[in-house]
Every structure is written in structure tokens, then in C-alpha cells.
T-cell receptor
């Protein structure tokens, strides 16, 4: 299957700082990338969908000014958590799809801890 | 996805047994379904997918069955191994991976040696 990477895998930051998470498709061109959030023992919650070169589409209840998404190239999308607070602590996972892949392939996730 | 309680449904099996994990999906218009495996602290890993024009698809040691009449999906794992221990999620989509996926609640599979 296709390979999707995320960086960093784990980050600890102070409350009020911003954190950027990168998602890369390594062996295919990702025309669409998705960002999810997952709390312990729960399912994945879709935050937003981003298409290369377009503005991201956010799910209801997700603050677009707090979770900034950029999908500037066919292999890279970034999620920036601005002015992070402890309640933003979670596991953030991206997925990607694009030619020739049809299904969504997921990155390994980023564990964010805000102190 | 919808929020769920803190206790995932759990299936406990012995090594070598066959495992069946079930999923009820919500949208009768969904026509693409995927099973993912998620190990602790990792992202979901693609296992197998199936389109609505099929009712069965086989992979290596895994089989997915789709019953559109009752909106039910199952994942069968043959000769389950300890390395199969993980949380398994089904996901549905209106079209393909390009479309938004709706995830099920997940089932934890525990395989004991």
C-alpha cells in the first residue's frame, strides 16, 4: 500500500504556543488529504478535508482559525494548532488519497500534549 | 465520527482460531467500505476494501463480507495470530477514498497465545 508519513510523531508544548504537524505522501500524489483527531478508546473524528491548492473544508464544530490547514503541494499538507490549550491534547492523524490510489492511507499519527 | 463510550467492544480469541468482527453501517447509499487495523499509538492500517456491487472479497488470511440488505459488514481473519491484536474499524464512503469516510466505533481484538 501507499506510504504516508507524519512529523513529528510526538510533541509537548506550553499552553498558548502554536504547533505545526506535517503530513506527507511518500510514493504517490495526494490530491486530497484528510485530518482526523482521536481521543483514547474512541473512533476517528474527521476535522477537515483539504484538496491541493484549495482552501480546506472543515467539519461542523471545528474552528478553522484554530486549526489551520495548508495543502500547498501534492505531497504535503500541514496542520497548525494555534494558541494550543490543554484540551487540544489528542492524537492527530492524517490520511491521503490520490492517483493511482483510490482508498485513504493513513499516517502514523502525532501525539500532542499541551501543558 | 460519532463519539463513543470509553469501552470498546472486545473479541478475545485463542491463537489459531478464526475471528469474525462485525460492523453495522449507517448509510444505505454508501457504496465503498474499508476495514482498518489500528495498533496502540499508531495510525490506522488498510486491510481490505469492498465495493457495494460485491458481497465478498478475499485477501491474505482475511475475508470481507457485505450484506447490503441489513447494512452489515464483517471481517473474517483466518488462523488469528497474536500480531493481529489491535482495534479494527470499519469505514463507509459514498464513492471512494476521495470521499469522506465515516468510521464505525471499533472492536478490540485480543489474541492470546
Amino acid at each position: 500500500g501507499a506510504v504516508v508519513s507524519q512529523h513529528p510523531s510526538r510533541v509537548i508544548c506550553k499552553s498558548g504556543t502554536s504547533v505545526k504537524i506535517e503530513c506527507r505522501s511518500l510514493d504517490f500524489q495526494a490530491t486530497t488529504m484528510f485530518w482526523y483527531r482521536q481521543f483514547p478508546k474512541q473512533s476517528l473524528m474527521l476535522m477537515a478535508t483539504s484538496n491541493e491548492g484549495s482552501k480546506a473544508t472543515y467539519e461542523q464544530g471545528v474552528e478553522k482559525d484554530k486549526f489551520l490547514i495548508n495543502h500547498a503541494s501534492l505531497t504535503l499538507s500541514t496542520l497548525t494548532v494555534t494558541s494550543a490549550h490543554p484540551e487540544d491534547s489528542s492524537f492527530y492523524i492524517c490520511s491521503a488519497t490520490g492517483q493511482p490510489e483510490e482508498t485513504q492511507y493513513f499516517g502514523p499519527g502525532t501525539r500532542l500534549l499541551v501543558l | 465520527g460519532e463519539s463513543v463510550g470509553l469501552h470498546l467492544p472486545t473479541l478475545s480469541v485463542q491463537e489459531g482460531d478464526n475471528s469474525i468482527i462485525n460492523c453495522a453501517y449507517s448509510n444505505s447509499a454508501s457504496d465503498y467500505f474499508i476495514w482498518y487495523k489500528q495498533e496502540s499509538g499508531k495510525g490506522p492500517q488498510f486491510i481490505i476494501d469492498i465495493r457495494s456491487n460485491m458481497d465478498k472479497r478475499q485477501g491474505q488470511r482475511v475475508t470481507v463480507l457485505l450484506n447490503k440488505t441489513v447494512k452489515h459488514l464483517s471481517l473474517q481473519i483466518a488462523a488469528t495470530q497474536p500480531g493481529d491484536s489491535a482495534v479494527y474499524f470499519c469505514a463507509e464512503s459514498m464513492n471512494s477514498g476521495y470521499s469522506t469516510l465515516t468510521f464505525g466505533k471499533g472492536t478490540m481484538l485480543l489474541v492470546s497465545p
